[in-house]
């Protein structure tokens, strides 16, 4: 019945932006953007999965129609040998007495940082994905005051209209108040909804001069839940190997800093704290056991790759530092992200490089490597290595 709903509302959602605006005064304009990729990963030798070598080939044809005051995001996708039409976007906007209103179905960004965002708390979504990734919005209706340099935003949320998944699903109401003050920018947000309760956060951001940026954002969260193992003790078999522990005081932060020159080198360094992470303690026991049942034999398999279900965390480790370096005004744009794990000397680095051969046509190649110190919390993903080459277009 729900997938019947979310299907019946996305065209109930789509008829409305095809006839809601009157044809006499229709102000019509579109673009397209393809994508297509081609890829292979190296499994790693992690205790915790059953991964293999593979090659991989996606690709995502996204429409972006909008007429008046209806803006929509169609996307057709192929992924994992699997094609599927999604409504990413679709919602009106315009003003009513005054003040901004938007209803529909909305990406919310609010967060300021590029390698996690604390305040992007309504959609699951990767910063820099090595793979085709969808925007998917979710149901908002967004009441705004907007003045010379403050913007005040009442808003109520439903992504049980948006998501599949229930751990993804929430709906709440929420206040957020951005203001613009010289070369700075503030904003605060407190949203409740019915699944994490309590919302607090903020992010700020300055300029110094024409170089330099600092940014920061952070966040509270009253409740948040994890997988945890529960095979820390025999008899193994008797026990439910995995479940979902509920906790409460959850909390991010994030200082980060910006710097750019004129020829185009842009370099942003960001840590972040995620207290939602196991701890290095707790990787470690995670790890022990699955090695531990993997000399038991293959008859304990089921058991040790349950394990796996730790990983569905936002964040893996508690503390992160990233290191990311472009360059742009040119056809050739390389660019390299190192992000480290200090407490136990785990890295991810991902180099690319995309050339754009013709307006608005790129190439592109990306190498991912994830790994670093042998005992690592990155050393048990599921992938060692994972190259591909990528096409873009925009018409």
Request: proline content about 3%; aromatic content about 12%; some cysteine.
């Amino acid at each position: 019945m729900m997938r019947l709903s979310k299907q019946r509302a996305q065209q109930l959602c789509a008829l409305a932006f095809f006839s809601g605006a009157p044809h006499a005064e229709m102000n019509w304009q579109q673009h397209w953007q393809l994508e297509a990729e081609s890829g292979y990963s190296q499994a790693s030798t992690s205790p915790l999965f059953a991964s293999q070598n593979q090659t991989f080939n996606d690709m995502a044809l996204r429409w972006f129609p909008q007429t008046n005051q209806w803006q929509a995001q169609l996307v057709a996708l192929k992924l994992n040998q699997q094609t599927q039409l999604r409504v990413a976007e679709l919602f009106w906007s315009g003003e009513v007495k005054g003040k901004d209103l938007l209803i529909g179905k909305q990406r919310l960004n609010l967060g300021v940082g590029y390698g996690f965002r604390p305040l992007d708390i309504f959609s699951p979504y990767q910063r820099n994905p090595i793979a085709i990734q969808i925007e998917q919005g979710l149901a908002v209706v967004s009441l705004s005051q907007f003045s010379d340099a403050d913007e005040l935003s009442l808003f109520y949320t439903d992504a049980y209209l948006s998501h599949d998944s229930a751990a993804f699903a929430q709906r709440g109401i929420g206040i957020r108040n951005y203001r613009l003050t010289g070369h700075q920018e503030w904003q605060g947000l407190a949203y409740v909804d019915n699944q994490r309760g309590l919302n607090l956060g903020g992010s700020w951001i300055t300029t110094l001069g024409d170089a330099w940026e600092l940014h920061a954002e952070s966040r509270y969260q009253q409740y948040y839940s994890h997988m945890m193992s529960r095979l820390d003790f025999p008899p193994l078999e008797r026990q439910a190997a995995i479940i979902e522990q509920q906790f409460v005081n959850g909390w991010q932060t994030l200082f980060g800093m910006t710097w750019a020159n004129l020829v185009g080198d842009n370099l942003i360094i960001e840590y972040w704290f995620d207290n939602r992470a196991l701890s290095l303690r707790q990787w470690r026991a995670v790890t022990q056991l699955s090695r531990d049942l993997q000399v038991l034999g293959s008859q304990f398999d089921p058991l040790r790759l349950s394990q796996a279900a730790v990983f569905q965390g936002k964040n893996l480790v508690q503390h992160n530092l990233l290191l990311h370096w472009h360059r742009d005004l040119t056809d050739w744009q390389p660019a390299l992200d190192l992000l480290f794990s200090p407490s136990d000397g785990g890295l991810i680095s991902t180099a690319k490089i995309n050339y754009e051969f013709s307006q608005g046509w790129t190439l592109g190649a990306q190498l991912r490597y994830l790994g670093g110190k042998n005992d690592a919390v990155y050393q048990l993903l599921p992938e060692r290595y994972i190259g591909l080459i990528k096409l873009e277009a925009r018409f």
